[in-house]
């Protein structure tokens, strides 16, 4: 089992809906969680992180965690065709120090 | 202004050949890490420093060496023993990874010719 896991995609949305990112994680232990976006090409850029079970948001931006079932999802409100990316899931797994283990990130497209 | 340079942008390599990557922040960051990014394989750990003059492997560190002599630098170095270096190649840096997650450089595009 991978350690965090994503599914590949890709997940296509029309502009305006909704886009829903999820990432489960083996760890139960788990601590702190984040999302990056990465345009093709381009470097992974931090949008959000998530410690605490819940919901957080952040603008269009929307993460929720539950540590129960070990699951951190991204929602994404009015999207945008700019919002066309891979995301990707991060999580500090427990008795990793500090060091994160990425997911194979979700392609998400936003149609016109 | 803050960050983390990557340099070279692009990079070709010839069969046999060593190459050194090069990755400087002045961000004041303890940690720096290396990881190497293939299609569909997302983000792969190479290696990564906590603190200046120690380093530890990652999960794919064959083939690959690296130094931290100064808190601002960590150089990667892709030896002839890498046999598939064709890839994109990450560098970060962070206060906290746990509580910050990273900062990441634009990245090393590295083909074999």
């Known amino acids: 089992q991978k350690e965090v896991e994503q599914n590949s995609g890709p997940l296509s949305v029309p502009e305006g809906a909704i886009a829903s990112l999820n990432c489960t994680y083996s760890d139960r232990g788990s601590q702190s969680f984040f999302w990056y976006r990465q345009y093709s090409g381009k470097s992974p850029e931090l949008i959000m992180f998530i410690y605490s079970n819940g919901d957080k948001e952040d603008g269009r931006f929307t993460a929720q965690l539950n540590k129960a079932s070990q699951y951190v999802s991204l929602l994404i409100r009015d999207s945008q065709p700019s919002d066309s990316a891979t995301y990707l899931c991060?999580?500090?797994?427990?008795?990793?120090?500090?060091?994160?283990?990425f997911g194979t990130g979700t392609r998400l497209q936003v149609t016109l | 202004d803050g960050g983390i340079t990557q340099s070279p942008k692009y990079l070709f390599r010839k069969e046999g050949q060593n190459v050194t990557l090069s990755c400087e922040q002045n961000?004041?960051?303890?940690?720096m890490y290396w990881y190497r990014q293939d299609p569909g394989q997302g983000l792969r750990l190479i290696y990564y420093?906590?603190?200046?003059?120690?380093?530890q492997k990652g999960d794919i560190a064959e083939g690959y060496s690296v130094s931290r002599e100064k808190k601002e630098s960590f150089p990667l170095t892709v030896t002839s023993a890498q046999k598939n270096p064709t890839a994109f190649y990450l560098c970060?840096?962070?206060?906290?990874?746990?509580?910050?997650?990273?900062?990441f450089g634009s990245g090393t595009r590295l083909t074999v010719v």
């Open positions: 970060a840096s962070s206060t906290d990874g746990k509580l910050y997650g990273y900062t």
């Open positions: 420093s906590q603190i200046v003059n120690d380093f």
């Open positions: 961000l004041n960051h303890d940690a």
């Open positions: 991060a999580v500090n797994l427990w008795g990793t120090a500090s060091k994160l283990t």
